[in-house]
């Protein structure tokens, strides 16, 4: 069965610092990974989905940048973090071609200050 | 996309059956019906998924009418633990899973 790590559970930062968030998926080759985010008592919403290395499409415009230098890594990043992207981030990860879903990680909730 | 409703919240009781009802009207073919359930401070969890008629697991069972433009999601003898947040999603499973979009979900207060 697919795991999914994802870290650092929690994260204050500072505005206009950088932000790096690590995904890392075990249990299955060539997954589709994504990365969502959840304001506080809001639904999900789909930020980035990469379906193999080096391709990464962006759902919403951002200041932030995703990137999926191996098959099973998927990076969330920011060179200037905003107030506004204080949440609660989630990556996840289906199988190619169908399944039965998304299986989630843990998430990381993140405060800018 | 298929969008779909769901009531915003929903109140029942230890040991009662609740259904929660989601709405699809534009639900395409090759569409799959799914259910997740998240927790606070959690990734939603998978909990069912069905393309038509009735599915049961171990933890829930799924209807879909004929016309599969609503799906009811049942969860049998609730408790405590059962409060969450559910999410209904519809999409074409083939399609990579990027047209799968969470709305706010149903909020669930199990009380004693």
């Known amino acids: 069965s697919q795991t999914i790590h994802q870290w650092p559970a929690t994260l204050v930062q500072p505005v206009g610092s950088p932000l790096s968030l690590e995904c890392t998926v075990e249990?299955?080759?060539?997954?589709?990974l994504y990365w969502y985010r959840q304001a506080a008592g809001r639904g999900l919403q789909l930020l980035f989905y990469?379906?193999?290395?080096?391709?990464i499409s962006s759902e919403v415009p951002q200041n932030l940048s995703a990137s999926r230098p191996q098959d099973r890594q998927f990076i969330l990043s920011s060179k200037k973090l905003l107030l506004s992207d204080s949440g609660f981030y989630l990556c996840?990860?289906?199988?190619?071609?169908?399944?039965?879903?998304?299986?989630f990680g843990s998430g990381t909730r993140l405060t800018v200050v | 996309l298929a969008k779909t409703t769901q009531p915003i919240s929903m109140d029942s009781y230890e040991g009662q059956e609740v259904n929660i009802t989601c709405s699809h009207n534009?639900?395409?073919?090759?569409?799959?019906i799914t259910w997740y359930q998240q927790f606070p401070s959690q990734g939603p969890r998978f909990i069912i998924q069905?393309?038509?008629t009735k599915v049961t697991n171990e933890v829930a069972s799924l209807f879909i009418p004929a016309d599969r433009k609503s799906s009811t999601l049942s969860l049998p003898r609730v408790s405590l633990s059962d409060t969450a947040v559910y999410y209904c999603?519809?999409?074409?499973?083939?399609?990579?899973?990027?047209?799968?979009?969470f709305g706010p979900g149903t909020r669930l207060s199990v009380l004693p």
């Open positions: 996840a990860t289906s199988k190619q071609g169908g399944g039965y879903g998304y299986t």
């Open positions: 249990g299955t080759s060539n997954p589709n």
């Open positions: 990469s379906v193999g290395i080096g391709q």
């Open positions: 534009n639900i395409a073919t090759n569409d799959y």
């Open positions: 069905g393309y038509k």
């Open positions: 999603l519809v999409g074409d499973m083939s399609d990579y899973g990027q047209n799968f979009v």
